[in-house]
């Protein structure tokens, strides 16, 4: 029961943060963003992230999934480019806040050093599963994602162009 409960107020806090967001997720850019991450988890690791469905509605259905999905650009210090609904909750900030944001900033200065090793890891192979780390949100609560997926993007003219990561399971310390 409890648990239905709580699936519940995770289902009413994102809807929440949807109707609250003025729909950045939805411009010309974001939307071809969004179908490069989809793409680029279908390639590496050769399952969907998403069901298949209408990809017209892919940017929506990303922004909506209970699967937490983040980007970031491939900088030397990378920023977050992407935050899904299920990112924007968890890290407990506005879209506007968490884009653009360092991505290191997503993990206390005590866990940054093993996140930056399985960045490089997964850069190298394109892709890795496993993950599991400790984050910590903007009003300092901290929690452990456990069997993040972690992938290359990759832009036009099959060019590395940033990160991505996702996990549907993780807990508050």
Avoid at 9 to 20: E, N, P
Avoid at 62 to 77: C, E, I, N, P, R
Avoid at 89 to 108: D, F, K, N, V, Y
Avoid at 120 to 144: D, M, N, P, W
Wanted: aromatic share 8%; proline share 5%.
């Amino acid at each position: 029961m409890g648990a239905l409960i709580a699936g519940s107020r995770r289902r009413r806090l994102r809807r929440l943060a949807v109707q609250q967001a003025a729909a950045v997720w939805l411009t010309p850019a974001k939307q071809a963003l969004a179908a490069c991450i989809v793409r680029s988890f279908d390639q590496a690791f050769e399952r969907p992230l998403l069901p298949r469905g209408n990809a017209e509605h892919l940017p929506q259905e990303l922004f909506a999934s209970d699967t937490v999905v983040l980007a970031h650009d491939g900088s030397a210090d990378p920023c977050l480019i992407y935050a899904n609904a299920a990112a924007l909750q968890l890290w407990e900030r506005p879209w506007a806040e968490m884009i653009g944001m360092p991505s290191r900033l997503t993990a206390e200065p005590q866990e940054r050093e093993g996140r930056a090793r399985m960045l490089a890891t997964a850069l190298q192979q394109h892709a890795s599963e496993g993950y599991s780390g400790v984050r910590i949100s903007k009003s300092g609560r901290r929690f452990q994602i456990h069997n993040a997926r972690l992938w290359t993007l990759w832009g036009p003219g099959d060019q590395a162009c940033g990160q991505a990561a996702a996990f549907s399971s993780w807990w508050w310390l």
